[in-house]
T-cell receptor, first 115, second 119 residues
C-alpha cells in the first residue's frame, strides 16, 4: 500500500531563513506527487505538482520541489520564507494511471514563520 | 475560479442523529468528488470517491451504510453520517475534480471542511 511520510510535524523559522520540508513515499511504480498548502482558516490549495519531465518543479509563491526517484523523495524548498508562509503543508502521492485520483496524504508539517 | 463550498462548516449534535454534509462546486462541473476524514494531528484519509450518477467507491474499512454518499448532479455531492456516535466526531473535507480532458489530469479543489462533533 502507498504511504507518505513527512518528517517534520512542526517547523519554526525566522523570516528570510531557508526552508526544506521532507517528504518520502512508499510505492514502487510511477507516481504523481503534490504539495498542498493550507493557510489558517482556509482550504487546501495546490502549491505544485510533478507528473513527469524535469524533476525540479517550480510552484507558486517561490516554492519548488525536487523529485528524487532513487530516494523516493519529493522535498519542498523555499530559499527565503516570509511571515505569510505560515501554514500547514501536506505532501501527497497518487499512483498512475489516474492523475489526481486517490491522493494519499502525509500527516502535514505545520510551519510558523516569525518576523 | 474553481470554488468548492462545503456546508455546514460546523455541526454539533446528539448521539444517534443523522447528519448531512453538502459539497458544491460553485463555478465548475465536477464529474468526481472525494470525501476525506481528518483526525487531529493526522493526515487526510480518503473515505470514498463519488462519480456523478453512479455509486460511490468506498475505501477499505469505511462503512457504506454508515457514511452514505450521493452525487446526484455535477455540482453537488452529499455525505450523510447515519446514526452518528461520538467516535464519528472528526473533520470531514470534500474535494471536487472538474470535467475536462484528460479527466485524470484535472486537479482536485478542496472545500473548507466540516467539523462534526457528536455529544
Amino acid at each position: 500500500a502507498q504511504s507518505v511520510s513527512q518528517h517534520n510535524h512542526h517547523v519554526i523559522l525566522s523570516e528570510a531563513a531557508s526552508l526544506e520540508l521532507g517528504c518520502n513515499y512508499s510505492y514502487g511504480g510511477t507516481v504523481n506527487l503534490f504539495w498542498y498548502v493550507q493557510y489558517p482558516g482556509q482550504h487546501l490549495q495546490l502549491l505544485l505538482k510533478y507528473f513527469s519531465g524535469d524533476p525540479l518543479v517550480k510552484g507558486i509563491k517561490g516554492f519548488e520541489a525536487e523529485f528524487i526517484k532513487s530516494k523516493f523523495s519529493f522535498n519542498l524548498r523555499k530559499p527565503s520564507v516570509q511571515w505569510s508562509d505560515t501554514a500547514e503543508y501536506f505532501c501527497a502521492v497518487n499512483a498512475r494511471p489516474g492523475g489526481y485520483n486517490k491522493l494519499i496524504f502525509g500527516a502535514g508539517t505545520r510551519l510558523a514563520v516569525h518576523p | 475560479g474553481a470554488v468548492v463550498s462545503q456546508h455546514p462548516s460546523r455541526v454539533i449534535c446528539k448521539s444517534g442523529t443523522s447528519v448531512k454534509i453538502e459539497c458544491r462546486s460553485l463555478d465548475f462541473q465536477a464529474t468526481t468528488m472525494f470525501w476525506y476524514r481528518q483526525f487531529p494531528k493526522q493526515s487526510l484519509m480518503l473515505m470514498a470517491t463519488s462519480n456523478e450518477g453512479s455509486k460511490a467507491t468506498y475505501e477499505q474499512g469505511v462503512e457504506k451504510d454508515k457514511f452514505l454518499i450521493n452525487h446526484a448532479s455535477l455540482t453537488l455531492s452529499t455525505l450523510t453520517v447515519t446514526s452518528a456516535h461520538p467516535e464519528d466526531s472528526s473533520f470531514y473535507i470534500c474535494s471536487a475534480r472538474a470535467t475536462g480532458a484528460p479527466h485524470s489530469n484535472q486537479p482536485q479543489h478542496f472545500g473548507d471542511g466540516t467539523r462534526l462533533s457528536i455529544l
